[in-house]
Every structure is written in C-alpha cells, then in structure tokens.
C-alpha cells in the first residue's frame, strides 16, 4: 500500500464523517449563510475546533470557487483552505544537518498510552532505512511493560537497545546511553520518558534533571524534544500539549491513532495552541504506519480528495 493510500485509509473514519456531511454540496458553487453554517458544523463535529472552523468559513465566504467538471468545487476549496492553514506547521524529521550531532539525540514526551514506544520504534524504523544507527532508550524504568516492550521493537527492528535497572534514576539513564552511543558508534539517541502527568511537579523537576544531565553531554542535548499527542483522547489532548509545553523544551509533535478516531480534525487545535511542528502522524499499529505530515495531503485526505502515487 502506498503512503497516500495508507494515509486515506487512515483517517478514513473522519473522511467519512466530513464527506457525508458535504455530500449535498457536490454541483455547487454559490454557498447560502445556511450552507456555510451547516458546513461549520461539520467542521467543528470533526472536531476542528469553534475558532478554527470559523475562520475557515470566514474564508469560505469570500472565496471565488472554481466551476470544476467533478463538480466538487466546495470540496476542493475547503481543502485549499485547510491546507493554507496547516501549511505553516509541517515539519520533517531533520537528517541533513550541515555538522550533524553526533550522537544526535531525541527526546519522546507524552502521557502514558499515548504512542510513545511505538512512535520511538517508527523513528527508530525511519533511521535505520536511511542507513542510521539508532539506540533505542527505555528512559521510563518505572514501567516494567514499557521496558520490555522497547526491548521487543529493538530486536524485531534490529536496532541498539540501552537500559538500566527497574527505577533507575531517568537522568543516569539518559547520559549512560549517551556515553554508550558514543563508543559503540550510534549516532540517534531515541530516548523514552516518563508520562505520569498526575505527579506533575516530579515529572517536572525529572525532566529538568534529565535535560540538565544531558547537557553536560552535549550543550545543544535534546536536539529534539518530540511531544506524542494521542488524536482519539480529543479534548484530553489539547489539555496534555498545554500542560508538557510548560515544562519541556518542546521542538514538535507526533500525533498518532489518527486512524481509530472520526474527529481528526484535533490536529487543527492542537497546532493552533501549541503552535509546534507536526513531525509526523501515527495512521496505524505497525512500524510503517507512519508518516511525515503533509498539509496538503492532509487537507484532500480529509475531505476525500486526491490520487498520489506515494
Ligand atoms: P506509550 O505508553 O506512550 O509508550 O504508548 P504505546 O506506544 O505503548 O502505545 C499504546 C497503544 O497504542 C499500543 O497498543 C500501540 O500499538 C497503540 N498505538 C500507538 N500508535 C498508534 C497509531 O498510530 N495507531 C493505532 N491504531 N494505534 C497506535
């Protein structure tokens, strides 16, 4: 299956949500205050968010639609403009660095449940088949599952694995593997942090130390410090990115389960709020079931436009 595919298939529940809402718009070109109004709504039941969707509309307004033979003139200027709007907040994952870091390492935060491991073991896949030598590091030794389940992806994807006793100190962790990537010669340092969020001022005061320790490794450590945001916990989401930006130094966000909610539409807030870089979205369980964000593929994913090869 190619990305494109992987990608529609994916957020193939909000599609439909949006796409049957907007069925009765195919053929127009002219939108009544009422039709905008009901487009709206199917905005904001995707869960775009009030503001955002009415922007959107806002826009919609004024635009000049297209007269198109497929008679989805709305359809594709609601993609333009989601894309404009999204457009601002597509990153990559940096790989070509003019003085690359070397060990570079990159930082996971996110609430427990939320995609952390398998989002490490998917940056970890994207390395490793770009001829990079990951290690992967189970930072969270206060969960025995978590561990083992970091261990598991590092043997099936044949990647580094450090960790250190159950309830190792997370900073000691974090500069041991350090160390250890340096001599045995991986250049990624994927680390996995812990997500109690209910113990706030803990999580706090350990990723304070975590980040101080690893810059005594090297003073630009994290070189990126990726928020995992759980599309499907909505509203919950939003909360978590107000809560992590405060304490950590944030350089982006990975949203994943894209594909087990209808209401993808929270990618929209969320960058809205935080206004950090989408590094890459999560669309599935699987290694490959990743990808970088694309504003406009995005954009026509959502509103069941377009046909890519890739
Ligand atoms: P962590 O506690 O933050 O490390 O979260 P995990 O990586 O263990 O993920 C929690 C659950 O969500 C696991 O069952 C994963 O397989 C699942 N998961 C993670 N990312 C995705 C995704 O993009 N799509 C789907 N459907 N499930 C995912």
Not at 50 to 55: C, L
């Amino acid at each position: 299956m190619s990305l494109w595919q992987k990608l529609k298939t994916g957020l193939s529940k909000t599609t439909s949500q949006i796409t049957d809402g907007l069925k009765n718009f195919i053929g127009m070109q002219q939108l009544s205050a009422e039709q905008l109004q009901n487009i709206e709504e199917i905005l904001i039941k995707a869960d775009c968010g009030v503001q955002w969707s009415a922007e959107i509309i806002g826009k919609l307004k004024t635009m000049q639609m297209e007269e198109r033979s497929d008679g989805m003139a709305v359809h594709h200027a609601l993609s333009r403009l989601i894309e404009e709007q999204l457009a601002q907040y597509e990153g990559t994952m940096p790989f070509e660095y003019i003085n690359k870091p070397n060990p570079e390492v990159i930082m996971l935060v996110g609430v427990n449940g939320g995609g952390k491991t398998t989002s490490l073991a998917k940056i970890a896949q994207f390395y490793k088949s770009r001829g990079d030598k990951p290690l992967l590091v189970a930072g969270d030794s206060f969960r025995a599952a978590a561990v083992e389940q970091l261990e598991l992806w590092a043997n099936r994807l044949g990647v580094g694995f450090f960790r250190k006793d159950d309830r190792a100190d997370p900073a000691a962790i974090a500069y041991e593997s350090y160390m250890q990537a340096k001599q045995r010669g991986y250049n990624k340092v994927l680390l996995d942090t812990a997500g109690r969020l209910h113990t706030k001022h803990n999580l706090m005061e350990e990723m304070a130390k975590i980040i101080r320790v690893l810059q005594k490794c090297n003073e630009f450590a994290p070189h990126q410090c990726l928020l995992v945001l759980d599309a499907t916990a909505g509203q919950n989401a939003i909360e978590q990115a107000k809560k992590f930006a405060e304490f950590a130094p944030l350089t982006g966000l990975i949203i994943t389960k894209l594909d087990g909610t209808a209401r993808a539409g929270v990618v929209c807030q969320i960058v809205k709020l935080t206004k950090l870089p989408i590094i890459a979205i999560g669309v599935g369980e699987s290694a490959d079931d990743w990808q970088v964000f694309s504003a406009h593929k995005f954009a026509n994913a959502l509103v069941g436009l377009g046909d890519y090869d890739d």
